[in-house]
């Protein structure tokens, strides 16, 4: 059902669940009848056609990569992005979603939006005062909500393969007169192998080098606490499927070290209080 219903968003956690389906048979029937037998049956030929076919998916990949046709690191062809979510800055819906697929306006250099209803009732010719911004109705442009944004791509300039420039952490502002060389992290590797350095040698400053917040500790503190407890539970299944002991598990499902999450941006928003509103609460002292 949950495979009909496209709930399973990668192949790992549809192996899981399947593995598991055999093993619940076979635990809650005695070994040797019908359905243990038949669920151990099935489980072997479940791990063959899996490898099987894990093998065909990886050899496609690699071909889609050799021809350019997908990114050399993810094996994605296009990389969209979730469309971008607008807010009306109208009185008559303040910080109201602008619903996907209408009709809106926008102006100040994409900063300030209002949906279709409140821009009927804007005045022809008055000004629109908005803190940073005065513009006019007239000025505002007309556009629908159906953007959908593909990420953009960038060459190596030596195996000359192509990547996200997301996957690749390439940054296209840095790179306006298009004269930056860039070499993908596997031409990187075979450089670095021929000379033999095994460690990085950038001066960039990374994730941890960013200044740090209340909002970014603790998010970073819970989500380190989520994955290490997620790891040790893979590497108790791990040791007691494979019969190994539980620091060789833990050394096979490590990930490429702790998870850093820093805060980039903060935003402060001004709402308009109508009329009414005020009126209404006026007894208060409000706002």
């Given at each position: 059902k949950k495979l009909?219903?496209?709930?399973?968003?990668?192949?790992?956690?549809?192996?899981?669940?399947?593995?598991?389906?055999?093993?619940?048979?076979?635990?809650?029937?005695?070994?040797?009848?019908?359905?243990?037998?038949?669920?151990?049956?099935?489980?072997?030929?479940?791990?063959?056609?899996?490898?099987?076919?894990?093998?065909?998916?990886?050899?496609?990949?690699?071909?889609?990569r050799k021809n350019g046709e997908a990114c050399l690191l993810c094996g994605c062809e296009k990389l969209l992005f979730e469309p971008p979510v607008f807010y009306c800055n109208g009185l008559n819906c303040p910080s109201k979603r602008i619903r996907r697929n209408?009709?809106?306006?926008?102006?100040?250099?994409?900063?300030?939006?209002?949906?279709?209803?409140?821009?009927?009732?804007?005045?022809?010719?008055?000004?629109?005062?908005?803190?940073?911004?005065?513009?006019?109705?007239?000025?505002?442009?007309?556009k629908k909500n159906d953007e959908v944004h593909e990420e953009s791509w960038v060459q190596c300039d030596r195996c000359e393969r192509w990547i996200h420039q997301i996957c690749a952490l390439f940054n296209t502002r840095q790179n306006k007169d298009q004269r930056s060389e860039y070499a993908c992290p596997r031409c990187t590797i075979e450089e670095r192998k021929k000379k033999g350095q095994s460690e990085g040698t950038s001066s960039t400053p990374m994730a941890e080098d960013l200044q740090r917040t209340k909002l970014s500790e603790f998010l970073e503190a819970h989500v380190r606490e989520k994955m290490n407890e997620h790891l040790q539970e893979e590497a108790?299944?791990?040791?007691?499927?494979?019969?190994?002991?539980?620091?060789?598990?833990?050394?096979?499902?490590?990930?490429?070290?702790?998870?850093?999450?820093?805060?980039?941006?903060?935003?402060?928003?001004?709402?308009?209080v109508r009329e009414r509103m005020k009126k209404r609460y006026a007894f208060k002292n409000y706002p």
């Open positions: 009909e219903n496209g709930c399973y968003h990668n192949l790992e956690d549809f192996e899981g669940h399947v593995h598991l389906t055999f093993d619940n048979a076979m635990l809650y029937n005695p070994e040797g009848s019908v359905v243990y037998n038949m669920a151990k049956e099935m489980k072997e030929k479940f791990i063959k056609d899996y490898e099987i076919l894990m093998k065909q998916l990886m050899e496609e990949e690699d071909q889609k209408s009709y809106y306006y926008v102006g100040g250099n994409n900063q300030y939006h209002w949906c279709h209803q409140c821009f009927q009732e804007l005045k022809d010719g008055r000004t629109i005062e908005l803190g940073d911004l005065s513009i006019r109705k007239e000025q505002l442009t007309k108790k299944k791990k040791s007691q499927a494979d019969g190994i002991s539980m620091e060789e598990a833990i050394k096979l499902t490590e990930m490429g070290g702790a998870i850093t999450i820093r805060q980039v941006t903060s935003m402060d928003k001004k709402l308009e």
